[in-house]
């Protein structure tokens, strides 16, 4: 495994973010044009993509939430690579960065449906809370916290 620290031009987090896309696109159904203007890549600046055997496999990117505290965003593992720990081992990579640019605190919003995500996010020592900012009063959606 290769972790490889980018922005949000290069190539191979482009096409995985388009399979996460995809992906989201059949999960949230009438939900997806709300979901998708807040996943817009173009300006993201700390994006990790993860290489099994030089392939992409998985990826995720942050984004400053306020002056102290990041946005997890775009996490996502190509459905051949889940199950071997990438996604774990990109959150840390992502709150390594993070903290080495001085932010204090992580938050994440996620779907109550996808399971696995979710899971990956307690592992990581994320705990819920209320949802925040735009998500505010959507049912599907669920936020999480962590002290970096």
Not at 4 to 27: G, I, M, P, W, Y
Not at 40 to 67: H, L, M, Q, R, W
Request: charged share 25%; aromatic share 12%.
């Amino acid at each position: 495994m290769h972790i490889l620290r980018t922005d949000s031009t290069h190539k191979d987090f482009q096409n995985l973010v388009k399979s996460l896309d995809a992906t989201l696109s059949e999960h949230n159904g009438d939900h997806d044009d709300f979901f998708a203007q807040y996943n817009k890549i173009d300006t993201i600046k700390n994006c990790v993509i993860v290489y099994i055997d030089a392939v992409p496999a998985a990826c995720g990117a942050f984004k400053a939430f306020s002056e102290d505290t990041i946005e997890i965003k775009r996490m996502f593992t190509n459905p051949e690579f889940r199950k071997k720990g990438l996604g774990s081992a990109i959150i840390k990579e992502l709150e390594s960065w993070a903290a080495e640019l001085n932010f204090k605190k992580a938050v994440l919003e996620t779907s109550q449906d996808l399971k696995n995500a979710i899971s990956v996010y307690e592992k990581s020592g994320f705990y819920r809370i209320p949802n925040y900012g735009q998500y505010v009063g959507i049912e599907q959606s669920v936020c999480y916290e962590k002290i970096l």
